[in-house]
């Protein structure tokens, strides 16, 4: 059990004395890793973009959707909530961006990409008052780290820390972590357990690929007798008519092959007994060593996994090409996608509480409450995409 138990990988977030803050994993690459997981994944990436669409669903209405709430970055509202759920929905955790003005309210926000952010040193309390921003941790150098305080909305925080940084014009503003794992430092990547799930599929593609490009797969392979004699002399104009007509050979076999041919064709010279012509020339073609049942096998039971880690989600909304789903005017495809926004409720209520809580305290849309449109009407038969 300990030897297993040791085997088991395990995301750590150490103390990083050279960039002082927490690092996320040992080498402080975890969100990149996860993400690129992701994007090498057509199952993840799929599945990623689909629950996103599912936490921000129709949108909040073409009048809330198309209102500006940061003005210097021409940001609309709809565009930050999908930052938001695409953090939410790939690592699990998002770090927003606030900057306030003098009268202690919002001015604007925006999500600071995740893979950017650290968490600052701890007080006493185990209280981080800033979140370390870079756009490179493997081997940041101090000048490149930026040290904002955590959000806080008090006013006599906001005032000690504008008085800090030496008036309003230089205050960076605040940083609010979302974190979804509240009993860890950093939420663990909504992949984490099918990692290898992820890289499966990502391997089993380029195998294939590579299998299929470089591969024997396709050849032809034509074994003859020696076309060039033992015992001529090296140099000698026999020899040299002998490799000639060895060339013509070869390239006559090619040429016979077409130009479709993508394969290509192999020739190899080797001693036969016998004197038939079946004896003196053999033709094989070299067949695919793709086990296409093994594979369908792999990549069903890796896809299979992956959805299951984005909330259950059903393998019809990303593939529904099936007949069957298509019957009885569609409903099971509804059934799926009302099962799915069930699935996603978490996600989409923390979505829309720290959409609210933002424009509450915000200086142009205090009174503006939003809430996601359902992707399906259930008072109607009919969905939409």
């Known amino acids: 059990m300990k030897t297993l138990l040791i085997d088991v990988w395990k995301r750590l977030t150490p103390w990083s004395k050279s960039a002082d803050v927490y690092a996320n994993d040992t080498d402080n690459a975890y ?28 949108g909040f209405g073409a009048d ?47 999500v600071i990409p995740y893979e950017w952010c650290r968490i600052g040193r701890t007080d006493s309390n185990d209280y981080a008052g800033k979140v370390a921003v870079c756009k490179d941790w493997l081997k940041p150098k101090r000048s490149d780290i930026q040290l904002i305080d955590v959000f806080n909305p008090r006013k006599k925080v906001i005032d000690a820390q504008v008085e800090k940084a030496g ?14 794992d509240t009993k860890l430092l950093y939420p663990l990547s909504r992949i984490d ?34 076309l060039v004699g033992e015992g001529l002399e090296p140099g000698s104009h026999a020899l ?4 000639s007509e060895r060339e013509k050979f070869q390239q006559a076999l090619k040429d016979s092959l077409g130009a479709e041919n993508t394969g290509g064709v192999l020739c ?26 093994l594979f369908n096998y792999t990549e069903t039971s890796v896809r299979e996994n992956i959805l ?24 099971a495809i509804r059934e799926m996608k009302r099962t799915y926004w069930e699935n996603t409720t978490k996600e989409r209520n923390l979505l829309t509480t720290v959409l609210n809580q933002l424009l509450q305290q915000s200086q142009d849309y205090p009174s503006l409450k ?15 995409e």
Request: hydrophobic share 40%; charged share 25%.
């Open 268 to 293: 190899l010279e080797m001693d036969f007994a016998g004197e038939k012509l079946d004896d003196a020339i053999l033709v094989k073609q070299i067949e695919s060593k793709i086990d296409d049942k």
């Open 240 to 243: 040299q008519e002998a490799e």
């Open 64 to 110: 809330s959707d198309n209102l500006i709430i940061n003005k210097p970055k021409n940001l609309k509202l709809i565009d930050f909530a999908d930052d938001i759920a695409d953090d939410l929905v790939k690592q699990r955790g998002v770090f927003i961006h606030i900057n306030w003005n003098a009268l202690y309210k919002i001015a604007d926000f925006s």
């Open 370 to 384: 939003v809430e996601p449109l359902k992707l399906i009407d259930d008072a109607a038969t009919d969905y939409t």
């Open 167 to 180: 008036g309003w014009e230089h205050y960076k503003g605040q940083v609010l972590f979302i974190n979804m």
């Open 193 to 226: 357990s099918v990692a290898d799930d992820c890289d499966s599929e990502a391997q089993a593609a380029v195998y294939k690929n590579r299998l299929l490009r470089k591969g024997f797969f396709g050849n032809t392979l034509v074994v003859t007798r020696p």
């Open 31 to 58: 969100p990149e890793r996860m993400d690129r997981l992701i994007n090498n994944s057509v199952t993840a990436k799929s599945a990623a973009a689909i629950m996103v669409q599912y936490l921000i669903g129709k």
């Open 308 to 331: 299951v880690a984005f909330n259950n989600l059903p393998a019809g909304l990303i593939k529904t090409n099936e007949p069957s789903l298509f019957g009885n005017s569609g409903e």
